[in-house]
Protein backbone atom coordinates (compact mmCIF):
# COMPACT_ATOMS: atom_id res chain seq x y z
CA UNK A 1 0.00 0.00 0.00
CA UNK A 2 2.64 2.66 0.92
CA UNK A 3 4.84 1.85 -2.03
CA UNK A 4 1.81 2.33 -4.36
CA UNK A 5 1.32 5.66 -2.86
CA UNK A 6 4.09 7.07 -4.87
CA UNK A 7 2.35 6.68 -7.94
CA UNK A 8 1.84 10.13 -9.62
CA UNK A 9 -1.51 11.79 -10.43
CA UNK A 10 -3.00 12.74 -13.37
CA UNK A 11 -2.71 16.69 -12.14
CA UNK A 12 -1.80 18.19 -8.98
CA UNK A 13 -3.42 17.96 -5.51
CA UNK A 14 -6.28 19.85 -4.09
CA UNK A 15 -5.05 22.51 -2.06
CA UNK A 16 -7.46 20.98 1.01
CA UNK A 17 -5.19 17.33 -0.07
CA UNK A 18 -1.72 17.38 -0.41
CA UNK A 19 -1.33 13.96 0.56
CA UNK A 20 -3.99 12.56 -2.53
CA UNK A 21 -1.73 10.09 -3.92
CA UNK A 22 -1.23 8.53 -0.17
CA UNK A 23 -4.85 9.14 0.48
CA UNK A 24 -6.03 7.33 -3.01
CA UNK A 25 -3.93 4.36 -2.07
CA UNK A 26 -5.21 3.73 1.36
CA UNK A 27 -8.49 4.93 -0.17
CA UNK A 28 -8.25 1.61 -2.54
CA UNK A 29 -7.30 -0.70 0.07
CA UNK A 30 -10.46 0.40 2.29
CA UNK A 31 -12.63 -0.24 -0.54
CA UNK A 32 -11.58 -3.73 -1.43
CA UNK A 33 -11.52 -4.32 2.55
CA UNK A 34 -14.69 -3.67 2.57
CA UNK A 35 -15.93 -5.10 -0.96
CA UNK A 36 -14.86 -8.34 -0.41
CA UNK A 37 -14.96 -8.30 3.80
CA UNK A 38 -16.80 -5.69 5.69
CA UNK A 39 -19.84 -5.21 3.20
CA UNK A 40 -20.47 -9.21 2.64
CA UNK A 41 -20.63 -9.55 6.44
CA UNK A 42 -22.80 -6.40 6.81
CA UNK A 43 -24.88 -7.77 3.75
CA UNK A 44 -25.56 -11.08 5.70
CA UNK A 45 -26.26 -9.06 9.42
CA UNK A 46 -28.90 -7.23 7.73
CA UNK A 47 -30.63 -9.76 5.77
CA UNK A 48 -30.89 -12.31 9.08
CA UNK A 49 -31.24 -9.32 11.72
CA UNK A 50 -34.90 -8.32 12.25
CA UNK A 51 -34.97 -4.42 12.06
CA UNK A 52 -36.15 -3.82 15.63
CA UNK A 53 -32.61 -5.73 16.60
CA UNK A 54 -30.66 -4.03 14.42
CA UNK A 55 -32.26 -0.73 15.39
CA UNK A 56 -31.76 -1.63 19.67
CA UNK A 57 -27.55 -2.22 18.36
CA UNK A 58 -27.36 1.16 16.94
CA UNK A 59 -29.51 3.01 19.84
CA UNK A 60 -26.82 0.69 22.48
CA UNK A 61 -23.45 1.74 20.86
CA UNK A 62 -25.34 5.53 20.04
CA UNK A 63 -26.06 5.47 24.17
CA UNK A 64 -22.13 4.82 25.02
CA UNK A 65 -21.58 7.39 22.58
CA UNK A 66 -23.34 9.88 24.74
CA UNK A 67 -20.42 9.64 26.95
CA UNK A 68 -17.87 11.05 24.54
CA UNK A 69 -20.80 13.62 23.54
CA UNK A 70 -21.04 15.03 27.11
CA UNK A 71 -17.22 15.00 27.48
CA UNK A 72 -16.52 17.89 24.49
CA UNK A 73 -19.75 19.29 25.15
CA UNK A 74 -17.80 20.45 28.89
CA UNK A 75 -14.76 21.06 26.99
CA UNK A 76 -16.77 23.45 24.31
CA UNK A 77 -18.10 24.95 27.51
CA UNK A 78 -21.46 24.01 25.69
CA UNK A 79 -23.03 23.68 29.44
CA UNK A 80 -26.53 23.66 28.82
CA UNK A 81 -26.06 21.09 26.28
CA UNK A 82 -24.12 18.80 28.52
CA UNK A 83 -26.93 18.98 30.46
CA UNK A 84 -29.52 17.82 28.08
CA UNK A 85 -26.99 14.97 26.87
CA UNK A 86 -26.53 13.84 30.20
CA UNK A 87 -30.15 13.80 30.86
CA UNK A 88 -30.62 11.91 27.38
CA UNK A 89 -27.65 9.35 28.65
CA UNK A 90 -29.25 8.69 31.82
CA UNK A 91 -32.58 8.69 30.64
CA UNK A 92 -31.63 5.49 27.72
CA UNK A 93 -29.53 4.13 30.44
CA UNK A 94 -32.56 3.30 32.98
CA UNK A 95 -35.34 3.36 30.81
CA UNK A 96 -34.00 2.30 27.66
CA UNK A 97 -32.73 -0.51 29.07
CA UNK A 98 -28.95 0.11 28.80
CA UNK A 99 -29.10 2.20 25.61
CA UNK A 100 -31.33 -0.42 23.73
CA UNK A 101 -34.57 1.90 23.54
CA UNK A 102 -34.00 5.55 22.70
CA UNK A 103 -36.83 7.21 24.98
CA UNK A 104 -35.12 10.04 24.98
CA UNK A 105 -35.00 11.42 21.48
CA UNK A 106 -39.26 10.36 22.27
CA UNK A 107 -39.10 13.25 24.94
CA UNK A 108 -37.22 15.84 22.84
CA UNK A 109 -33.60 15.06 23.94
CA UNK A 110 -32.22 14.87 20.59
CA UNK A 111 -28.60 13.31 19.58
CA UNK A 112 -26.16 15.49 19.17
CA UNK A 113 -22.81 14.98 17.88
CA UNK A 114 -19.80 15.98 19.33
CA UNK A 115 -16.09 14.80 19.53
CA UNK A 116 -12.15 16.03 20.18
CA UNK A 117 -11.95 16.88 16.80
CA UNK A 118 -15.01 19.55 16.27
CA UNK A 119 -13.39 20.43 20.12
CA UNK A 120 -10.32 21.35 18.73
CA UNK A 121 -12.40 23.53 15.72
CA UNK A 122 -14.50 25.21 18.35
CA UNK A 123 -11.51 26.45 19.66
CA UNK A 124 -9.69 28.00 16.22
CA UNK A 125 -7.45 24.88 15.43
CA UNK A 126 -7.32 24.48 11.43
CA UNK A 127 -8.35 20.91 10.00
CA UNK A 128 -5.24 20.51 8.03
CA UNK A 129 -4.65 18.04 5.16
CA UNK A 130 -7.59 15.72 4.70
CA UNK A 131 -5.77 12.10 5.87
CA UNK A 132 -7.41 9.31 4.99
CA UNK A 133 -7.00 6.32 7.72
CA UNK A 134 -6.41 2.57 7.33
CA UNK A 135 -9.78 0.84 7.97
CA UNK A 136 -11.56 4.13 9.63
CA UNK A 137 -11.41 6.17 6.31
CA UNK A 138 -11.87 10.25 6.00
CA UNK A 139 -10.02 12.59 8.47
CA UNK A 140 -8.21 15.19 8.70
CA UNK A 141 -4.94 15.82 10.78
CA UNK A 142 -7.00 17.47 13.31
CA UNK A 143 -9.29 14.50 13.53
CA UNK A 144 -6.94 12.03 13.69
CA UNK A 145 -5.46 13.90 16.71
CA UNK A 146 -9.14 14.19 18.31
CA UNK A 147 -9.49 10.51 17.39
CA UNK A 148 -7.06 9.46 19.30
CA UNK A 149 -8.12 11.25 22.32
CA UNK A 150 -11.42 10.31 22.29
CA UNK A 151 -10.27 6.85 21.98
CA UNK A 152 -7.75 7.68 25.07
CA UNK A 153 -9.63 9.85 27.62
CA UNK A 154 -13.63 9.59 26.59
CA UNK A 155 -14.83 6.35 24.34
CA UNK A 156 -16.09 3.84 26.98
CA UNK A 157 -15.10 0.84 24.46
CA UNK A 158 -11.78 2.10 23.48
CA UNK A 159 -10.60 2.36 26.85
CA UNK A 160 -11.25 -0.61 27.68
CA UNK A 161 -10.09 -2.25 24.47
CA UNK A 162 -6.67 -0.91 25.39
CA UNK A 163 -6.49 -2.49 28.47
CA UNK A 164 -6.46 -5.94 26.57
CA UNK A 165 -3.36 -5.42 25.03
CA UNK A 166 -0.99 -7.32 25.46
CA UNK A 167 -3.51 -10.39 25.68
CA UNK A 168 -4.61 -11.87 28.10
CA UNK A 169 -3.63 -9.28 30.43
CA UNK A 170 -7.35 -8.27 30.57
CA UNK A 171 -10.34 -11.23 30.65
CA UNK A 172 -12.49 -8.82 29.12
CA UNK A 173 -10.89 -7.88 25.65
CA UNK A 174 -12.36 -10.43 23.32
CA UNK A 175 -15.98 -9.10 24.98
CA UNK A 176 -14.56 -5.48 23.76
CA UNK A 177 -13.68 -6.36 20.71
CA UNK A 178 -16.60 -8.47 20.22
CA UNK A 179 -18.93 -4.65 20.35
CA UNK A 180 -15.91 -2.98 18.49
CA UNK A 181 -16.98 -5.27 15.70
CA UNK A 182 -20.58 -5.28 16.11
CA UNK A 183 -20.89 -1.88 16.03
CA UNK A 184 -18.59 -1.60 12.54
CA UNK A 185 -20.90 -4.73 10.95
CA UNK A 186 -24.11 -2.67 12.32
CA UNK A 187 -22.62 0.52 10.98
CA UNK A 188 -21.58 -0.84 8.02
CA UNK A 189 -25.08 -2.31 7.35
CA UNK A 190 -26.84 1.47 8.09
CA UNK A 191 -25.10 2.14 4.96
CA UNK A 192 -26.14 -0.16 2.41
CA UNK A 193 -28.74 1.84 0.74
CA UNK A 194 -26.89 5.09 0.84
CA UNK A 195 -23.81 3.43 -1.42
CA UNK A 196 -26.63 3.13 -3.92
CA UNK A 197 -26.80 7.14 -4.17
CA UNK A 198 -22.58 7.14 -4.31
CA UNK A 199 -22.53 4.79 -7.25
CA UNK A 200 -24.94 7.04 -9.03
CA UNK A 201 -23.54 10.38 -7.89
CA UNK A 202 -19.97 10.68 -8.07
CA UNK A 203 -17.92 9.95 -11.31
CA UNK A 204 -14.93 10.02 -8.88
CA UNK A 205 -15.85 8.30 -5.40
CA UNK A 206 -12.65 9.51 -3.59
CA UNK A 207 -13.62 13.29 -4.48
CA UNK A 208 -16.72 13.04 -3.86
CA UNK A 209 -16.25 11.28 -0.65
CA UNK A 210 -13.59 13.50 0.18
CA UNK A 211 -15.70 16.96 -0.35
CA UNK A 212 -18.59 15.38 1.30
CA UNK A 213 -16.59 14.23 4.40
CA UNK A 214 -15.19 18.06 4.77
CA UNK A 215 -18.27 19.79 4.45
CA UNK A 216 -20.03 17.67 6.94
CA UNK A 217 -17.30 18.04 9.55
CA UNK A 218 -17.07 21.73 8.75
CA UNK A 219 -20.95 21.97 9.58
CA UNK A 220 -20.38 20.38 12.87
CA UNK A 221 -17.71 22.39 14.02
CA UNK A 222 -20.18 25.43 13.50
CA UNK A 223 -23.15 23.81 14.82
CA UNK A 224 -25.08 23.59 11.13
CA UNK A 225 -23.97 27.38 10.24
CA UNK A 226 -20.52 27.08 8.46
CA UNK A 227 -19.20 30.61 7.03
CA UNK A 228 -19.30 31.08 3.51
CA UNK A 229 -16.30 29.87 1.42
CA UNK A 230 -15.30 31.19 -1.69
CA UNK A 231 -15.43 28.38 -3.75
CA UNK A 232 -15.88 24.76 -3.81
CA UNK A 233 -18.86 22.31 -2.84
CA UNK A 234 -21.43 23.03 -0.26
CA UNK A 235 -23.76 20.11 1.41
CA UNK A 236 -26.51 21.21 -0.84
CA UNK A 237 -24.76 21.20 -3.95
CA UNK A 238 -23.24 17.36 -3.19
CA UNK A 239 -26.76 16.18 -2.25
CA UNK A 240 -28.80 17.71 -4.51
CA UNK A 241 -29.14 15.04 -6.42
Request: aromatic content about 14%; proline content about 6%; overall charge negative.
Amino acid sequence: MFLTSCATLDGPPADNDPFESYNRSVYRFNDSFDRYLLKPVAQGYDAITPDFAQKGVGNFFSNLDDVLVIANDLLQLKFVQSLKDTGRFIINSTLGLFGLIDWASDMGLEKNHEDFGQTLGYWGVPAGPYFVLPFLGPSTIRDTGGLAVDSSYFDPVYKNLQKGFPPPSHKNSQAVWGMVTLDAVDTRAGLLKAEAVLEEAALDKYSFIREAYLQKRKSLVFDGNPPEDDGGFSEEDLFSE
